[in-house]
């Protein structure tokens, strides 16, 4: 007969080869951001890469895009999501957080990247090669930039001598003194107040890339654009360094190598994005002025003492690098 004792030791083995048995469930992480899910920034970019991801995590984990600001709203708090864990990754802004970002400030500077590739290939070299500080809180995943910052206007701007008494919505202290510099009158309004202020007259217009204009209908009230380059806005897919920690080495490597698929979507991305929103624009009427280089030269003049102010606020070698990465892109040395 068998004992109670040998039952239960029988019955406790096959419960432990039984839970040995099960496969491990594969961590579900996040990847947060407050633009819109139905954005082609999300459905063209982020979700093809958690997906990309997804594919070559080999059941480690997955990676599920959280849009609209679902597990934060604030585009500046970004950054505290991740590193306080409520998200695993999000797109941050570093030149918002000048104290652990002081180099990134070098990509807002009027008159230097003339589109988002070659600012995207400019930051992330610089990145890869150890030349931007990154602060200790977050790991980075991926860097790149925004299309220059430009004019749209109510009026049509033809020269930089144009923009003298308008006032312009403008982010950050960069492109607040920049209009400054051009005589214009920099006003500090939240992007999604913008169209309706211009509509009404306490707005001449405001600064953004094509992407911002087409997202939030700038054009619906600002019929006329002058593409002098007033900065790009540098951005970064960061990631909890403790959710980075615990993943395993094959892990670590799909997120490296996510780095550089990021590079190969943008490039894609803006391309056709700059494209349709031109074409749509155009095609309703809307006038695109394009400065001459001597126009441009004449704002990197005026902006002299604003460059002067943020390459010494960088680290060494931040800004040469940059114009560096610039000229090298254009030459096409990459």
């Given at each position: 007969m068998t004992s109670l004792k040998t039952l239960l030791l029988g019955t406790a083995l096959t419960g432990a080869i039984?839970?040995?048995?099960?496969?491990?469930?594969?961590?579900?992480?996040?990847?947060?951001?407050?633009?819109?899910?139905?954005?082609?920034?999300?459905?063209?970019?982020?979700?093809?890469?958690?997906?990309?991801?997804?594919?070559?995590?080999?059941?480690?984990?997955?990676?599920?895009?959280?849009?609209?600001?679902t597990l934060g709203r604030d585009p500046g708090q970004q950054d505290r999501i991740v590193s306080?864990?409520?998200?695993?990754?999000?797109?941050?802004?570093?030149?918002?957080?000048?104290?652990?970002?002081?180099?990134?400030?070098?990509?807002?500077?009027?008159?230097?990247?003339?589109?988002?590739?070659?600012?995207?290939?400019?930051?992330?070299?610089?990145?890869?090669?150890?030349?931007l500080r990154t602060g200790d809180e977050l790991h980075m995943v991926a860097a790149w930039t925004t299309d220059p910052?430009?004019?749209?206007?109510?009026?049509?701007?033809?020269?930089?001598?144009?923009?003298?008494?308008?006032?312009v919505r403008v982010l950050g202290q960069t492109q607040t003194e920049s209009v400054l510099a051009m005589g214009g009158v920099p006003q500090g309004v939240s992007i999604t107040e913008t169209p309706e202020a211009i509509s009404r007259g306490t707005l001449d217009g405001a600064l953004a890339d094509w992407s911002v204009f087409d997202i939030f209908?700038?054009?619906?009230?600002?019929?006329?654009?002058?593409?002098?380059?007033?900065?790009?806005?540098?951005?970064a897919l960061v990631m909890n360094p403790d959710s980075y920690g615990e993943?395993?080495?094959?892990?670590?490597?799909?997120?490296?190598?996510?780095?550089?698929?990021?590079q190969r979507l943008l490039v894609a991305y803006y391309g056709r994005e700059r494209a349709r929103i031109l074409d749509t624009y155009t095609a309703r009427g809307h006038v695109i002025h394009t400065p001459t280089e001597a126009q441009i030269a004449d704002v990197i003049e005026a902006t002299a003492a604003l460059r002067e102010q943020v390459a010494g606020a960088a680290g060494d070698g931040v800004m040469a690098a940059y114009e560096q990465a610039l000229t090298d892109y254009r030459s096409g040395t990459r």
């Open positions: 039984g839970v040995a048995a099960l496969p491990a469930l594969a961590r579900e992480m996040t990847l947060a951001t407050y633009l819109p899910a139905n954005s082609a920034f999300v459905t063209d970019l982020l979700e093809p890469l958690a997906a990309w991801i997804n594919e070559r995590a080999n059941g480690e984990f997955s990676l599920e895009v959280f849009a609209g600001g306080s864990g409520i998200a695993d990754l999000a797109v941050i802004v570093p030149g918002r957080n000048a104290g652990t970002y002081p180099d990134w400030g070098v990509f807002e500077l009027p008159g230097l990247a003339r589109s988002a590739e070659e600012g995207s290939f400019a930051v992330w070299r610089m990145h890869n090669e150890g030349t910052y430009i004019f749209h206007t109510s009026t049509p701007i033809e020269s930089p001598a144009d923009v003298q008494g308008l006032r209908r700038l054009g619906e009230v600002a019929h006329y654009s002058y593409e002098i380059p007033l900065g790009v806005l540098a951005m993943l395993s080495a094959e892990g670590q490597a799909v997120m490296a190598e996510a780095g550089e698929e990021w």
